[in-house]
């Protein structure tokens, strides 16, 4: 697709650019470089960016410009080492013109004019990348022709790239992008040749393919057969024996919730933290500033909250920022004994954060979790307050009627959210009827101050059986309900 002229849309005439600036300020803006701006080409010509899409602080800006009355896309290249990322780019796109893989056409790869490179592509506008297009799913299921059109142009691509050997080694569905009916991949400095182009080897092309499976929901494991023949369609072998390419999704997994685990309380992409001797702030990065207000005081909030639980341990509360109601759990300390034994450990609100993270992450119902907030001395922990999603749903033990079996809705919700705790070795710790929440066609999972993912079965197994006794002592012995759950729930 050529680019686009100053008249088409999006485009603005008329519009003025008058900070010219460079690498260096890009450098140490960080996240939040003044927009618009110009940046000059070694040539002369000048970017005018309008708009940016990434950016990783320091190091790399991607984003809407404009050069020659032209619109493109611009990635700017202005860390320490630009020039290798800059060239791994440009070498990344040739590799993909030369398999024949759909990518945006390169309109320039040049220098900047005080250091830096600029790599300028065509503009695709509209289009939409297919993690896009996966999160808009209502069904993210292996039985859903919709999930399955938006993964096979993928998988198939990928089958491409392994054909011409060729590796995507930051292979998510945010690489692929549609556009115009046609799906292309993009970010060519992931993109890595394996020896003389050759086919990939068997082993390197599972690995690769796994990276991008670990991403899918749990539930895809048993069902990799259905992503066979996009693949076999481009590749030049055989699809990976199931079994290897299961151990493989479930290693990666693994590796990804650690890693994603520790960007939950550090400041990256996805999460701002703050930390200071006196205290321990992180809020996922799209809320911060709706919840700028909230965070320094999270007290001032329970004046004016409605109070749902005071407790010696806990306080939970309804509040209203900016007409939006949210949950506001703080963690007390009952005595001066209390607060010792507490102190030295990771407070119930950071160990809840994470496990709403893991939750999450692994596709378990519960509600978003929003910020963390710890009071501190030094590296001894005091009070804490986690800021959560509301949700309005009532618990299971006002909503269902023990003497018969759940509506079909509500029956599907409880098989598939206990099914996905077993099938991740996941207790909950407190399986009261009171902490599964109904809520738009699911069952959520509140109070994770005890939840644990066990690494054995063993631990897992002891664990589960309580969890199970504890959830059928909820109704009374031998009632319909609680025969109904004690047949369906996986076994003790």
Sequence with gaps: MAATKPDSPGARPGDEFPVLIDAATLRAAGRNPGLPFRIALADG???????????????????????????????????????????????????LVAAAVPTPALLAAAPLADGGHALLTAFLDP?????????????QSPDDAAALAVLAPAVRLLGRLHAAGL?????????????AGEV???????????????????????????????????EWDDRLGILQAPYC???????????????????VRAWRLRDFLGKTVRDC???AVEQTLTRFTTVLRRQADALAALLPDPDAALDSAVVLKDGGTCTVARIVVNERVLLLKRYNLKSLGHALNRCWRPTRA??????????????????????????????LRRRAWLVSEFCSGPNLLSHLAADREPPAAEADAIVSLFAAMHRQRISHGDLKATNLLW??????????????????????????????????????PDCVLQRWLDARLPPA
Excluded: Y
């Design 45 to 95: 010509r000048q970017i005018s960016m309008r708009r940016l899409l990434r950016v990783l602080p320091g190091k790399r800006l991607v984003g809407e410009a404009e050069i020659d009355g032209c619109r493109v896309l611009v990635k700017l290249f202005v860390g320490r080492r630009s020039e290798k990322h800059w060239r791994q780019e440009r070498a990344g796109l040739a590799a």
């Design 127 to 139: 289009a939409e990348t297919l993690a896009e297009a996966w999160a808009r799913l209502p069904r």
């Design 167 to 179: 590796i995507q080694e930051d292979l998510h569905l945010g690489n692929f992008l549609h556009h």
């Design 184 to 218: 292309l991949v993009i970010d060519g400095d992931a993109l890595r040749r394996v020896g003389r182009g050759q086919p990939l080897p068997m082993a390197r092309a599972c690995a690769n393919l796994a990276v991008l499976l670990a991403q899918l929901p749990a």
């Design 233 to 251: 369609a481009t590749a030049a072998s055989a699809f990976p024996e199931p079994q290897d390419l299961r151990a493989r999704i479930a290693h």
């Design 269 to 271: 992409t996805l999460f």
């Design 350 to 379: 950071w160990h809840s954060w994470r496990e709403a993270h893991r939750l999450q992450f692994l596709g378990i119902p519960t509600p978003a979790p929003l910020a963390l907030v710890e009071e501190r001395i030094g590296p």
């Design 439 to 476: 809520d738009a066609g699911q069952v959520l999972l509140i109070d994770l101050d005890a939840v644990v993912q066990h690494h054995s079965p063993a631990t897992h197994a002891r664990a589960w059986r309580r969890d199970r006794a504890r959830l059928l002592r909820n109704w009374p």
